[in-house]
């Protein structure tokens, strides 16, 4: 059975990684699993982790009190869900639903935040991925928006 | 550069100008703003044959006339296809019409979608919205001849669930095995499992050899924009890549002028184009 | 269709003859059109005699000027372009296609009325026998033929007429189109006029021409006659004041989309759409599908249209060319540079209508240099603040 280390040492997300960072953050990491429509975290709770999606589909939703919830966004294998935890006020934006059965490794975001406090080429790293996540995820947003199918 | 089939003409029309009768045989409402009409022509000898990416000039007795690119199958000559979202006055009343009912078709015009120039190539087809409609064309094709091509992956983004277009359909081809089709909506229910976002998220991770690859995109501009850029992001050659363009059109065979972009009659010229032909005019503004 | 016989021999027709040209050409069955008062202009119209010409009248252009003024002569043709070309005959402002009704659940469309008459054209000069060729090649010469063009086009008679003096507008010059008429026509004439004599030199361009030619009081001309209709027309080249600098122009459009000078036009243009209607090479039309108030019979009618007007380029949700500037930049950028792509030729031939008869006087020539000077300009700044750089 592969180690958490070995997990994210294969996963894209963290490709380029020291392997130490990769200890240091399979330290704050464990394996979780969310049964299909479980929600993983709801809008407005605190953003304690995030998640390294293995496996399944999660939806992002924006609950509306006319017209329910609506899914915003799918995420999927190799898709990093949440990133509310490296910035303040650290509470989730939306809620987040497992649609299919999802495998994912959870990483505490407090103490990954303590370790990239202390260390901050890990840090540097971090904040460089995020931000790459963010950047494509506003691109697609963006053109989302222009809702040009109608 | 890949060829695109030019232009063919069933038999040669004494007026260009001229619609012939056609017969509805059939109207199947597809969402809330869009429907499908099935029609055979009137006179009993006519077959009707087009090529993929083509389309037809509809005329509503009385009311006006507009472009719309045929979305049925090429194999089946008997049977004329087209499918429509109302967006004027032709195309809602066009919206009432029901079995029985005649409309005039003109055509087909236009360049067709690079479908024998991708033999031995994967087919990767992305649609956006009513766009699924001009390349179901090429899905029947593909399918009729199934040999001659590598992959066949279709990825498409519509609005929301209820939009999907040819839902039965996309549903029985999706329970192939040498058929992919990648379906995301920009916002779905509760009942919706499956993907959302834009359709260029998609294209990252389909599957398909992107150097080995022919890409038909059809869909709203800026779609078409992002998703070739996407898909030379991904590897594929800008040649290997064709899009089909609207404009508005008046008469379709050159002559009225409403049509151009840039250099070209989208009626004549395209409108399936590739990609290179045009990248640079589609980043100018009001072309 | 007229072609060009080579022959070398030049005739000489008396003014006080020419009204047997009208009267052979109305006798073959033409409908007989050439220059004519009206409106405070020359026109071209229906013209049954000599004294329906123009006689004795000129106009003087410029940008945004038109005006009619006496000669100190007697000379039929002393004027130097009608505001609407010979388009208006060939590629009619309004057109039916065809007329339907329903009958039994589906309709039919009704047989084609009668061919128009043939007609003969009397005045058309180098440029307007220019601009022909250029919508031959837009309407005969494409994968769809114009039926309504090709039906008065076919059993066209052209008298073309070399001009005598260059107008305040014209550049024909520029672009090789003038002013001495070279092919493409039946007759041409060239008119000699002055206190002793009025008579014009005929050249044959056709077959058809020859035989008209044969029922013409003509004798021939001799060597100094002969030499006068390139003498005449040497002489108006040297008056053209405009000129269009075609260098590299495809090039220069292609790579101007975002030049600033269009801003600068598009505060003066007022997309009055006067240029296009002007235009001997202008095409657009529109198709406007209408049913009589039982909804039995509709009717398929086409009429000019005009790369200007708002709704030119609608498609579902809006216009794609929305503002003044991408509309003028659209007419100019067909007209001089992606029309060549398209039909192989230069889209202008240096008549001047446009700039005579817009209301604000845009001049096409003075803005494509402008639009160069912007390029060129823009091109230096680059370069010093790149040197400052480095």
Redesign the interface.
């Known amino acids: 059975m592969k180690t958490l280390d070995e997990l994210l040492h294969e996963h894209e997300f963290f490709k380029g990684f020291k392997p130490e960072h990769l200890e240091l953050m399979a330290g704050c990491a464990t394996n979780v699993v969310f049964e299909a429509g479980q929600y993983i975290f709801h809008e407005n709770e605190e953003a304690n982790y995030f998640y390294v999606i293995r496996h399944g589909?999660v939806?992002?939703e924006i609950h509306d009190p006319r017209?329910?919830?609506?899914?915003?966004?799918?995420l999927?294998e190799?898709d990093v869900l949440g990133w509310s935890w490296l910035f303040t006020p650290y509470r989730r934006h939306f809620d987040a639903k497992a649609?299919?059965l999802t495998r994912a490794v959870a990483i505490d975001g407090i103490c990954l935040r303590t370790k990239c406090e202390n260390d901050h080429t890990l840090g540097y790293l971090m904040m460089q991925r995020f931000a790459t996540v963010l950047a494509d995820r506003l691109e697609?947003t963006r053109?989302?928006v222009?809702?040009?199918?109608? | 550069m890949i060829n695109l089939p030019s232009q063919t003409t069933t038999r040669q029309l004494t007026d260009p100008m001229k619609p012939e009768p056609f017969r509805v045989k059939r109207v199947m409402k597809e969402s809330y703003d869009t429907f499908t009409l099935e029609l055979e022509p009137v006179a009993t000898d006519r077959q009707f044959t087009f090529a993929p990416g083509q389309f037809n000039m509809l005329y509503m007795f009385g009311v006006g006339e507009i472009p719309i690119s045929i979305s049925g199958d090429p194999n089946q000559p008997g049977m004329l296809v087209h499918t429509t979202r109302i967006v004027g006055s032709v195309t809602k009343a066009m919206s009432k019409l029901k079995a029985g009912d005649v409309l005039g078709v003109r055509g087909p015009f236009g360049t067709g979608w690079p479908v024998s120039a991708a033999k031995g190539c994967d087919v990767i087809l992305v649609a956006g919205g009513i766009g699924l409609a001009p390349l179901r064309p090429v899905l029947y094709q593909t399918l009729a001849h199934r040999d001659r091509y590598g992959k066949v992956v279709l990825l498409y983004g519509c609005r929301s669930p209820e939009d999907i277009l040819f839902r039965k359909e996309l549903e029985k081809w999706r329970a192939r095995f040498d058929l992919e089709i990648f379906v995301t909506v920009d916002y779905g229910d509760s009942d919706w499992h499956g993907n959302v976002g834009v359709v260029t998220k998609l294209i990252p991770k389909a599957p398909f050899d992107a150097l080995n690859a022919v890409a038909m995109i059809c869909g709203p501009e800026v779609m078409m924009r992002f998703t070739a850029i996407e898909l030379q992001k991904r590897g594929v050659d800008g040649e290997s890549i064709a899009l089909s363009m609207e404009r508005n059109m008046k008469c379709a065979i050159g002559l009225c002028g409403h049509c151009q972009f840039g250099p070209t009659f989208i009626c004549k010229d395209g409108p399936v184009f590739n990609y290179p032909q045009l990248q640079s005019w589609l980043a100018q503004w009001e072309v | 269709m007229t072609s060009n016989t080579n022959s070398s021999t030049k005739f000489v027709l008396e003014s006080t003859d020419f009204q047997r040209l009208i009267d052979v050409l109305a006798g073959i069955g033409y409908r007989v059109i050439g220059p004519t008062l009206d409106h405070n202009a020359v026109i071209y119209d229906d013209i049954a005699s000599v004294t329906d010409l123009p006689i004795g009248w000129t106009d003087e252009q410029d940008a945004a000027t038109y005006r009619l003024t006496r000669r100190a002569d007697e000379a039929f043709f002393g004027y130097v372009i009608a505001p609407q070309s010979w388009k208006k005959f060939l590629h009619p402002s309004q057109v039916r296609l065809w007329q339907a009704t329903l009958n039994n659940g589906t309709f039919d469309i009704l047989p084609d009325p009668e061919k128009p008459e043939p007609m003969a054209f009397i005045g058309v000069r180098s440029c307007e026998l220019h601009a022909i060729a250029i919508q031959d090649r837009i309407f005969i010469e494409g994968e769809y033929v114009d039926p309504t063009y090709y039906a008065r086009r076919e059993n066209l008679f052209i008298v073309a007429v070399n001009c005598g003096q260059a107008g305040g507008t014209c550049f024909c010059t520029s672009v090789n189109t003038g002013p001495k008429v070279e092919a493409g026509y039946d007759l041409a004439l060239t008119e000699i006029i002055d206190h002793e004599v009025h008579y014009f030199v005929v050249e044959v361009g056709s077959e058809q021409g020859q035989h008209v030619l044969t029922q013409l009081p003509v004798r021939p001309a001799d060597k100094r006659e002969a030499k006068l209709p390139k003498t005449i027309t040497d002489n108006t080249a040297s008056q053209i004041k405009r000129h269009l600098n075609t260098d590299g122009i495809k090039e220069l459009l292609y790579t101007s989309s975002e030049n600033s000078r269009w801003d600068e036009i598009a505060k003066r243009c007022l997309t009055c759409t006067n240029c296009t209607m002007v235009c001997p090479t202008c095409f657009c039309t529109t198709v406007e599908d209408v049913t009589d108030l039982t909804g039995q019979h509709a009717e398929r009618t086409r009429k000019w249209d005009s790369c200007f007007t708002m709704d030119f380029s609608y498609i579902h949700g809006g216009s794609v060319r929305y503002s003044t500037k991408s509309r003028y930049r659209q007419w100019m950028t067909h007209k001089l540079a992606t029309w060549i792509d398209q039909f192989g030729t230069l889209g202008c031939v240096g008549c001047g209508r446009c700039i005579t008869w817009c209301p604000v006087g845009i001049d096409i020539t003075a803005e494509l240099e402008a639009i160069r000077q912007t390029k060129v300009k823009g091109e230096a700044t680059k370069e010093v603040s790149n040197e400052n750089v480095g």
Not at chain 1, 67 to 74: E, K, L, M, V, Y
Not at chain 1, 146 to 150: A, G, N, Q
């Open positions: 589909l939806a992002l017209r329910g919830p609506i899914s915003i966004d799918t999927q190799n649609v299919k697609q053109l989302q222009l809702k040009l199918y109608d």
